[in-house]
């Protein structure tokens, strides 16, 4: 730390403050699949950042685009201007999307993406004259971001308690956590597609004319990684249709090779009406978030407005940030050239295989995985919920492995482009640690 500094300016996200700055814990550089941290210890990053950093740390393709960019054209408006990287890259995303999610709005976050889709369901539902559609429908457990919608259609009360404006008229389906019947799984768990007619019994509440949108992550992972099980998702869509629902995947988390394909929608095979993207768009490089939604959407919205006025009244001083746009430019080539999704799909029984090798392990109740993504729920320690999964976090730290731990389930998700030796690397800490845990 420079001379002068100090720790209490930092009003630091989703952090116990306090805590942290009694004992903190500082990344300094990063490189390939190794962070290092502030007393030179090479730490193996076994979460992608949060997340993003698919194509690994410091890839010099991606870092020389950004600092090309920056040189070119720093910034340029995207109000009635607009710069070329923002239509080649949304032609890009488009091609690697499912067919008829072709339209793509740009922003700076998952928050602001999963924000804006609400609201373009709104503008849509209004447009089409069904403007008493404006009942949202998350998902118990779900988590979309911390602006007042994600928060509202999010199933996390720890995220909402604090704030009591959200959105009204939002209602939950039933999350589709079931250690009863689906602890230890493999892959997609056997049990609970019937979760998905939640949506009737909402429809039969609210009537189906008063609900405008579900929108669920096909794989949750902030609360603690929750595959769906087989034909849920298929089940969701069939229900949405046969209503009139708009149905949004939340893939922040799962696009861009996460679950060894490009969208979580291409590898359950079910379209949705809207997409949620960011992190790892531009590998975690520059903050941008995305929303592919189906043209219609879009058309539906213009039509009947004159052709000088604004569609949507929405958008971001940052919506296609040109540095933004050349790291994910930069991106796709990478995980195009090295293959990345495959590579990630090719490496998942390896994967699978060790994680499930920590199921015997001491206070383990449950291993789940799919894709590069693997949960390991520990039972809590009575009265304090969390603690020994966060004793976890900072024991692997110390080790040299970094983990994400929420609640008592460590949640990992390694770059793309992690070796075999060091996925057994992760999950060996992970067991020697755990044989230490009271
Ligand atoms: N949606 C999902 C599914 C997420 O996992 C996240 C972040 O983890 C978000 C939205 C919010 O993204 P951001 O933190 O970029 O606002």
């Known amino acids: 730390m420079r001379a002068g500094n ?19 814990r500082l ?15 090479q730490v193996l990053d076994g979460t992608a950042g949060l997340w993003c950093c698919n194509a690994g740390h410091g890839d010099p393709r991606i870092v020389s685009a950004i600092q090309r960019q ?18 080649e890259l949304a032609s890009r995303l488009t091609r690697m999307a499912p067919e008829a999610v072709d339209k793509i709005f740009f922003c700076g976050s998952g928050s602001e993406a999963v924000d804006g889709a609400l609201k373009i369901t709104l503008a849509y539902q209004r ?21 007042f919608g994600g928060i509202s259609v999010g199933g996390i009360v720890g995220n909402r308690k604090q704030f009591a404006a959200l959105l009204p008229g939002v209602d939950h389906l039933h999350h589709t956590h079931d250690l009863a019947r689906n602890a230890f799984t493999r892959g997609l768990p056997e049990h609970g597609w019937e979760l998905a007619d939640d949506l009737e019994r909402l429809v039969a509440l609210h009537d189906a004319s008063t609900i405008a949108a579900v929108i669920v992550e096909p794989v949750a992972g902030s609360t603690g990684v929750l595959v769906p099980p087989k034909g849920y998702l298929h089940r969701l869509r069939e229900i949405c ?3 009139g629902i708009l149905l949004i995947f939340d893939e922040v988390i799962t696009a861009f090779g996460r679950i060894g394909a490009a969208f979580a929608a291409e590898r359950f095979d079910v379209t949705p009406d809207m997409i949620t993207t960011a992190k790892a768009i531009t590998s975690g490089t520059v903050p941008m978030g995305a929303i592919f939604a189906r043209q219609g959407l879009f058309e539906a ?28 430019l930069a991106t796709l ?12 799909r090719g490496l998942e029984k390896h994967w699978e295989d060790a994680l499930h090798g920590l199921s015997d392990k001491p206070h383990v109740v449950d291993v789940r995985n799919f894709g590069l993504i693997g949960g390991i729920e520990l039972a809590s320690r009575p009265g304090e919920p969390g603690a020994r999964a966060y004793e976890m976090f900072t024991r692997c730290y110390e080790a040299g492995v970094l983990i994400r731990v929420t609640g008592d389930i460590i949640a990992l998700s390694p770059p793309l482009t992690i070796q075999a030796d060091e996925i057994d690397k992760l999950i060996n800490t992970i067991a020697h640690e755990l044989a230490k845990l009271a």
Not at 6 to 24: E, H, V
Not at 70 to 87: G, I, K, N, R
């Open 333 to 344: 080539d990478v995980y195009q050239e090295d293959g990345l999704f495959e590579r990630a």
């Open 127 to 147: 447009a089409i004259g069904q403007g008493g559609r404006t009942r949202l429908i998350g998902r118990e457990r779900g988590y979309h971001g911390v602006g």
């Open 301 to 328: 919205i213009a039509q009947g407005q004159p052709e000088n006025a604004i569609e949507l009244a929405h958008g971001h001083t940052y919506s296609a940030h040109p540095l933004a746009c050349a790291a994910a």
């Open 6 to 24: 100090d720790l209490s300016q930092f009003w630091m996200p989703f952090t116990a403050n306090r805590q942290y700055k009694s004992s903190p």
């Open 241 to 243: 249709d046969r209503h």
């Open 70 to 87: 920056a040189a070119v054209l720093d910034y340029a408006p995207s109000f009635q201007m607009a710069h070329p990287a923002a239509f």
């Open 27 to 41: 990344l300094v550089a990063a490189q390939g699949n190794y962070y290092t941290s502030h007393d030179g210890r």
